[in-house]
Protein backbone atom coordinates (compact mmCIF):
# COMPACT_ATOMS: atom_id res chain seq x y z
CA UNK A 1 0.00 0.00 0.00
CA UNK A 2 1.16 3.95 -0.60
CA UNK A 3 2.17 5.09 2.86
CA UNK A 4 3.66 8.52 3.07
CA UNK A 5 5.10 9.48 7.05
CA UNK A 6 5.85 12.70 7.84
CA UNK A 7 6.79 11.75 11.70
CA UNK A 8 7.11 15.37 13.20
CA UNK A 9 3.50 17.18 14.01
CA UNK A 10 4.98 19.82 14.92
CA UNK A 11 9.06 21.73 14.57
CA UNK A 12 9.64 24.34 16.69
CA UNK A 13 12.96 26.50 16.34
CA UNK A 14 14.85 30.12 16.46
CA UNK A 15 14.61 31.91 13.57
CA UNK A 16 18.44 31.51 12.19
CA UNK A 17 18.67 28.15 13.51
CA UNK A 18 18.22 25.09 10.75
CA UNK A 19 15.29 23.25 10.17
CA UNK A 20 14.82 19.73 8.65
CA UNK A 21 11.07 18.35 7.87
CA UNK A 22 11.36 14.68 7.72
CA UNK A 23 9.53 12.79 5.10
CA UNK A 24 9.49 8.90 4.10
CA UNK A 25 7.47 6.59 1.69
CA UNK A 26 6.09 3.36 1.16
CA UNK A 27 5.58 3.33 -2.93
CA UNK A 28 5.57 1.32 -5.82
CA UNK A 29 8.21 2.35 -8.38
CA UNK A 30 9.31 5.24 -8.37
CA UNK A 31 7.17 8.37 -7.55
CA UNK A 32 8.29 11.74 -8.31
CA UNK A 33 8.21 13.57 -4.87
CA UNK A 34 6.45 17.18 -3.63
CA UNK A 35 6.77 19.61 -0.92
CA UNK A 36 3.72 21.61 -0.63
CA UNK A 37 3.12 23.99 1.82
CA UNK A 38 0.29 26.26 3.54
CA UNK A 39 0.50 29.22 4.67
CA UNK A 40 -2.00 30.94 7.19
CA UNK A 41 -4.68 31.62 5.35
CA UNK A 42 -3.93 30.68 1.75
CA UNK A 43 -4.11 27.99 0.11
CA UNK A 44 -1.68 25.01 -0.50
CA UNK A 45 1.25 25.75 -3.10
CA UNK A 46 4.20 23.93 -4.28
CA UNK A 47 7.21 24.22 -2.64
CA UNK A 48 9.92 21.70 -4.83
CA UNK A 49 9.67 18.70 -6.49
CA UNK A 50 12.34 16.95 -6.84
CA UNK A 51 13.39 16.51 -10.56
CA UNK A 52 13.82 20.00 -10.49
CA UNK A 53 16.81 19.88 -8.21
CA UNK A 54 15.53 23.49 -7.34
CA UNK A 55 16.15 25.37 -4.20
CA UNK A 56 12.74 27.75 -3.07
CA UNK A 57 12.93 30.12 -0.44
CA UNK A 58 16.27 28.46 0.69
CA UNK A 59 15.14 25.20 0.76
CA UNK A 60 15.93 22.01 -0.95
CA UNK A 61 15.22 18.28 -0.65
CA UNK A 62 17.15 14.99 -0.93
CA UNK A 63 15.77 11.86 -1.97
CA UNK A 64 16.98 8.77 -0.75
CA UNK A 65 15.62 6.50 -2.63
CA UNK A 66 17.61 3.36 -0.75
CA UNK A 67 15.74 4.78 2.14
CA UNK A 68 13.12 5.90 0.59
CA UNK A 69 12.80 9.04 2.01
CA UNK A 70 12.31 13.00 0.58
CA UNK A 71 13.60 15.25 3.31
CA UNK A 72 13.06 19.00 3.45
CA UNK A 73 15.96 21.26 4.89
CA UNK A 74 16.72 24.86 5.37
CA UNK A 75 19.85 25.82 6.96
CA UNK A 76 18.73 29.16 8.55
CA UNK A 77 15.18 28.94 9.10
CA UNK A 78 13.10 32.36 9.30
CA UNK A 79 9.39 33.93 10.77
CA UNK A 80 8.03 33.54 7.33
CA UNK A 81 8.79 29.77 7.18
CA UNK A 82 6.30 29.32 9.73
CA UNK A 83 3.74 27.18 8.01
CA UNK A 84 2.24 23.42 7.45
CA UNK A 85 4.44 21.75 5.50
CA UNK A 86 3.35 18.24 3.58
CA UNK A 87 5.05 15.70 1.49
CA UNK A 88 3.08 14.51 -1.39
CA UNK A 89 4.57 11.55 -3.95
CA UNK A 90 2.97 11.30 -7.07
CA UNK A 91 1.78 8.06 -7.98
CA UNK A 92 2.48 6.05 -10.94
CA UNK A 93 1.54 7.50 -14.22
CA UNK A 94 1.42 10.66 -12.60
CA UNK A 95 -2.84 9.71 -11.50
CA UNK A 96 -2.54 11.21 -7.74
CA UNK A 97 -0.47 13.00 -5.05
CA UNK A 98 -0.74 11.57 -1.51
CA UNK A 99 -0.27 13.80 0.90
CA UNK A 100 1.57 12.85 4.49
CA UNK A 101 -0.47 13.90 7.47
CA UNK A 102 1.79 17.50 7.95
CA UNK A 103 4.29 18.72 9.79
CA UNK A 104 3.57 22.20 11.44
CA UNK A 105 6.81 24.76 11.07
CA UNK A 106 7.05 27.39 13.82
CA UNK A 107 9.84 29.38 13.48
CA UNK A 108 10.01 31.86 16.66
CA UNK A 109 12.05 35.61 16.75
CA UNK B 1 -8.14 35.78 -10.41
CA UNK B 2 -6.56 32.93 -12.86
CA UNK B 3 -6.30 30.27 -10.59
CA UNK B 4 -8.61 27.53 -9.02
CA UNK B 5 -11.52 28.51 -7.98
CA UNK B 6 -14.37 27.18 -5.55
CA UNK B 7 -17.75 27.97 -4.48
CA UNK B 8 -19.03 28.10 -1.70
CA UNK B 9 -16.16 28.73 0.48
CA UNK B 10 -18.36 27.73 3.91
CA UNK B 11 -21.46 25.52 3.82
CA UNK B 12 -23.37 24.96 6.62
CA UNK B 13 -26.19 22.27 6.60
CA UNK B 14 -28.16 20.15 8.37
CA UNK B 15 -27.51 16.54 8.62
CA UNK B 16 -29.93 14.75 6.30
CA UNK B 17 -29.40 17.21 3.26
CA UNK B 18 -27.87 16.81 0.58
CA UNK B 19 -24.72 19.64 -0.96
CA UNK B 20 -23.20 20.20 -3.93
CA UNK B 21 -19.90 21.80 -4.50
CA UNK B 22 -18.27 23.41 -7.34
CA UNK B 23 -14.76 23.76 -8.85
CA UNK B 24 -13.60 25.93 -11.63
CA UNK B 25 -10.33 24.65 -12.26
CA UNK B 26 -7.47 26.71 -14.31
CA UNK B 27 -8.72 27.03 -17.54
CA UNK B 28 -6.01 24.99 -19.86
CA UNK B 29 -5.61 21.93 -17.28
CA UNK B 30 -7.41 18.60 -18.20
CA UNK B 31 -6.72 16.68 -14.83
CA UNK B 32 -9.11 17.58 -11.89
CA UNK B 33 -9.01 15.99 -8.05
CA UNK B 34 -10.63 16.49 -5.20
CA UNK B 35 -9.29 16.16 -1.70
CA UNK B 36 -10.82 16.15 1.74
CA UNK B 37 -8.95 17.44 5.08
CA UNK B 38 -10.37 17.18 8.50
CA UNK B 39 -8.75 19.12 10.90
CA UNK B 40 -5.21 17.93 11.76
CA UNK B 41 -4.28 15.93 8.61
CA UNK B 42 -3.16 15.87 5.13
CA UNK B 43 -5.53 15.70 2.41
CA UNK B 44 -6.96 12.63 1.35
CA UNK B 45 -8.33 11.83 -1.82
CA UNK B 46 -11.45 11.13 -3.31
CA UNK B 47 -11.25 11.00 -6.95
CA UNK B 48 -9.81 13.26 -10.37
CA UNK B 49 -10.77 13.31 -13.85
CA UNK B 50 -8.67 13.59 -17.28
CA UNK B 51 -11.44 15.39 -18.93
CA UNK B 52 -14.66 14.56 -18.35
CA UNK B 53 -13.37 11.27 -17.79
CA UNK B 54 -13.67 10.17 -14.04
CA UNK B 55 -10.04 7.64 -13.70
CA UNK B 56 -10.19 6.89 -10.09
CA UNK B 57 -12.18 6.91 -6.99
CA UNK B 58 -10.89 6.01 -3.39
CA UNK B 59 -12.60 3.58 -1.24
CA UNK B 60 -13.23 6.93 0.76
CA UNK B 61 -15.77 8.20 -1.69
CA UNK B 62 -19.07 6.49 -0.24
CA UNK B 63 -22.10 5.50 -2.33
CA UNK B 64 -23.64 9.22 -0.86
CA UNK B 65 -20.28 10.92 -3.03
CA UNK B 66 -20.52 11.76 -6.90
CA UNK B 67 -18.90 13.23 -8.72
CA UNK B 68 -19.07 14.99 -11.78
CA UNK B 69 -17.16 16.78 -15.15
CA UNK B 70 -19.45 16.87 -17.58
CA UNK B 71 -17.81 19.27 -20.49
CA UNK B 72 -14.41 18.74 -19.22
CA UNK B 73 -14.35 22.40 -17.52
CA UNK B 74 -15.75 22.41 -14.14
CA UNK B 75 -16.69 19.87 -11.38
CA UNK B 76 -19.05 19.35 -9.39
CA UNK B 77 -18.96 17.56 -6.07
CA UNK B 78 -22.15 16.23 -4.09
CA UNK B 79 -22.96 14.65 -0.86
CA UNK B 80 -26.04 13.38 -0.44
CA UNK B 81 -28.02 12.77 2.89
CA UNK B 82 -24.87 14.63 5.28
CA UNK B 83 -23.62 12.90 8.55
CA UNK B 84 -21.63 14.77 10.91
CA UNK B 85 -18.70 12.77 9.60
CA UNK B 86 -18.75 14.45 6.22
CA UNK B 87 -17.91 17.92 7.45
CA UNK B 88 -14.48 19.08 6.33
CA UNK B 89 -13.13 21.01 3.90
CA UNK B 90 -12.79 19.82 0.55
CA UNK B 91 -10.23 20.96 -1.85
CA UNK B 92 -9.85 20.53 -5.68
CA UNK B 93 -7.26 21.03 -7.52
CA UNK B 94 -5.74 21.00 -11.39
CA UNK B 95 -2.89 20.29 -13.05
CA UNK B 96 -2.06 19.55 -16.67
CA UNK B 97 -0.60 16.45 -18.49
CA UNK B 98 0.91 16.52 -21.57
CA UNK B 99 3.92 15.02 -23.08
CA UNK B 100 3.95 11.97 -20.45
CA UNK B 101 4.62 14.80 -18.04
CA UNK B 102 2.32 15.87 -15.61
CA UNK B 103 2.76 19.81 -14.52
CA UNK B 104 2.18 20.40 -10.36
CA UNK B 105 -1.12 20.54 -8.93
CA UNK B 106 -2.69 23.67 -8.18
CA UNK B 107 -5.30 23.57 -5.14
CA UNK B 108 -8.59 25.99 -4.47
CA UNK B 109 -9.21 27.51 -1.15
CA UNK B 110 -11.72 24.88 -0.59
CA UNK B 111 -15.18 24.70 0.73
CA UNK B 112 -15.41 24.27 4.39
CA UNK B 113 -18.41 22.16 5.57
CA UNK B 114 -20.11 22.15 8.63
CA UNK B 115 -23.08 19.57 9.32
CA UNK B 116 -25.30 19.95 12.16
Known amino acids: AQRVTQPEKLLSVFKGAPVELKCNYS??????LFWYVQYSRQRLQLLLR??SRESIKGFTADLNKGETSFHLKKPFAQEEDSAMYYC???????????FGGGTRVLVKP | DTGVSQNPRHKITKRGQNVTFRCDPI?????LYWYRQTLGQGPEFLTY????????KSRLLSDRFSAERPKGSFSTLEIQRTEQGDSAMYLC??????????????FGQGTRLTVV
Open chain 2, 93 to 106: ASSLLGGGRVTEAF
Open chain 1, 27 to 32: YSGSPE
Open chain 1, 50 to 51: HI
Open chain 1, 88 to 98: APLGAAGNKLT
Open chain 2, 27 to 31: SEHNR
Open chain 2, 49 to 56: FQNEAQLE
